[in-house]
């Protein structure tokens, strides 16, 4: 199997896996940002995400490798949440990433119900049936939000 994006043999049987790397990723943290090869793994069974770092898509694949098989031999998942507000989670000993293991934990401000489906400029959530209540004054502007992004650097 050829890694997508890359010209690299993987070195492990990822089966059905969609595996994808490169070279060079950026990656932007708070504390600073770097480049690293990387190998991204999308398993259907448990349906995950997992990203593997190194100095060559090798050591990548074998990070991810390394983690895959710590999901796939984990004896029973415990999920936190881990700051996630949208109801996703981390499991506290295989560390596998998943949507939907919690209610997310923020409420719409019309009827109460548990939402992350859309919040407006002052950190207010609405669920899908009250979405068109946001007030107009209050939606988010996505291209004048990058352009000032833009202009500020």
């Known amino acids: 199997m050829i890694i997508?994006?890359?010209?690299?043999?993987?070195?492990y049987d990822w089966g059905d896996t969609t595996v994808q790397g490169g070279d060079v990723g950026l990656v932007l943290t708070d504390k600073g940002n770097y480049k690293?090869?990387?190998?991204?793994?999308?398993?259907?069974?448990?349906?995950t995400f997992i990203r593997g770092e190194g100095k060559t898509i090798s050591e990548a694949e074998d990070d991810a490798w390394e983690q895959y098989q710590r999901v796939l031999n984990c004896d029973g998942h415990e999920f936190e949440r881990r700051g996630y507000r949208n109801g996703a989670g981390f499991c506290k000993k295989c560390n596998i990433f998943k949507s939907k293991v919690f209610e997310p934990s923020e409420k719409c401000v019309v009827c109460g119900c548990n939402t992350f489906f859309a919040s407006d400029t002052d950190g207010n959530y609405y669920c899908e049936e009250h979405k068109s209540e946001i007030p107009e004054d209050k939606q988010w502007d996505i291209p004048r939000r990058i352009r000032e992004r833009m202009n500020n650097k």
């Open 4 to 11: 997508q994006n890359t010209n690299y043999t993987a070195k």
């Open 36 to 47: 690293t090869a990387f190998v991204e793994a999308f398993p259907k069974n448990p349906r």
